[in-house]
């Protein structure tokens, strides 16, 4: 397999890259870890353009059936390729470092917080009865949690708290699954059992010194609009200030309404404030009755703000060496970016720049429909796991 596409991390952790799924190294090399049974998890993040479930299935129970996996469908691909779309994406996780335990959640749109608290809270406990931590690593802890989502549930805020609730003092990130921006269907597998409507849950411990962290790049603006006639079930706004949804964004933006596309709502987020900050509640796309459909949750009576986008180069780059600093060298990240992220990237002709940020700190992850960070559902956000350079220190092995 070409170098390029097959890279080993510090840690141990392997990535391997395909961008057909007839590149049967690709699969053989996938094959040949499986055998090795060094590996306690596979991560595969997959672009339905090229790789649908059935395929990803298929080759998984072929070649690797040995290896338990987790695999989410994309709005992009972040990885050894590069920011790249089309991809598939593999990271395997080293048993020797990691132990990680994955839980299913089906029908995430009708089983209610109170049932997704009590599967948790039975699985976590589970965990932490099998695998007993031992001392801490100073202020970064050894354990977390990865979320992967049905970017299309439109109930991510409700199971992002309960999943908080659950799992009480770890500390959660992840991605909303996507489609290519199609807004149609995504796909979550996990051990060859695919669907939609449904999450996966990663309880995760790590030998490995590790920091979460978030970066946006935003500022709210003195542009308010106020949602009067909204579907909340559905995350679709029809009235802002008594008015066409689409027409007054469009006011409030500057933009006229018939040309209102996914790139003139990454570049004017919109920003709801809760507890003195704010968070993002971007439009997905615009309806043909002049609604507006909507990432994250709304509700009749919410003040919106326009926000502008800035500095996206310098507040990632910022962020990025905070955290490398902070642990001491990164060796690599784990990372879920917002899919309108990239958009904005790619309308402000940052993309390279971008990608030079996460090729320095190799960073493999996926752009997603929503994030998720501790209890929040974010959007036009990037959250990550930063994994430590070299182990080192107290606490830095289990």
């Known amino acids: 397999m070409d170098q390029k596409a097959w890279t080993r991390y510090g840690c141990g952790v392997v990535a391997l890259t395909a961008s057909r799924p007839e590149e049967i190294c690709f699969w053989t090399e996938l094959g040949a870890a499986a055998a090795s049974g060094q590996f306690t998890l596979g991560l595969l993040f997959f672009s339905q353009d090229n790789f649908s479930a059935d395929v990803i299935q298929a080759q998984m129970a072929q070649y690797a059936a040995e290896l338990p996996y987790a695999a989410c469908s994309t709005a992009g691909e972040i990885g050894a ?28 749109r009708t089983i209610g917080f109170d049932r997704i608290v009590a ?29 992967l989502i049905d970017g299309l549930s439109v109930v991510e805020e409700m199971v992002t708290a309960a999943l908080h609730w659950a799992l009480e003092d770890i500390p959660l990130l992840g991605g909303s699954s996507g489609d290519s921006m199609r807004f149609a269907k995504t796909s979550l597998i996990l051990n060859g059992i695919a ?10 411990r790590s030998k ?33 200030n008594a008015a066409e949804a689409a027409s007054e964004y469009a006011l409030a933006v500057g933009i006229d309404p ?25 439009v997905q796309k615009v309806n043909p009755d002049g609604s507006l459909s909507f990432f994250c949750a709304i509700d009749d009576g919410i003040v919106l703000t326009v926000a502008e986008p800035t500095g996206m180069t310098r507040s990632t780059r910022e962020a990025f060496e905070s955290v490398d600093k902070e642990i001491g060298g990164i060796d690599f990240v784990l990372g879920f970016d917002c899919a309108l992220r990239r958009i904005d990237a790619q309308n402000r002709q940052a993309t390279q720049r971008i990608n030079a940020i996460y090729d320095t700190y190799n960073v493999l992850g996926f752009n997603t429909y929503g994030e998720q960070y501790l209890s929040m559902h974010l959007n036009h956000t990037f959250t990550g796991i930063a994994f430590a350079r070299a182990p080192s220190g107290p606490g830095a092995l289990l």
């Open 81 to 108: 390729l590069g920011n790249d779309t089309g991809q598939c994406l593999a990271i395997l996780f080293p048993k020797d470092q990691f132990t990680i335990e994955p839980i299913r959640i089906d029908g995430i």
């Open 119 to 147: 599967q948790v809270k039975q699985a976590r406990q589970t965990f932490e009865q099998e695998h007993q931590p031992s001392a801490l690593y100073p202020d970064m802890g050894e354990t977390f949690a990865i979320c």
């Open 195 to 204: 669907g939609d409507d449904c999450a996966l849950v990663l309880l995760c």
């Open 208 to 240: 490995v010194p590790f920091k979460i962290f978030k970066t946006d790049h935003f500022v709210p603006t003195e542009r308010k609009l106020v949602v009067t006639r909204s579907d909340p079930a559905r995350r679709i706004i029809y009235e802002f």
């Open 258 to 282: 018939s040309s209102l596309s996914a790139m003139s709502f990454a570049s004017n987020p919109l920003v709801v404030r809760v507890g003195g900050e704010y968070y993002c509640r971007s």
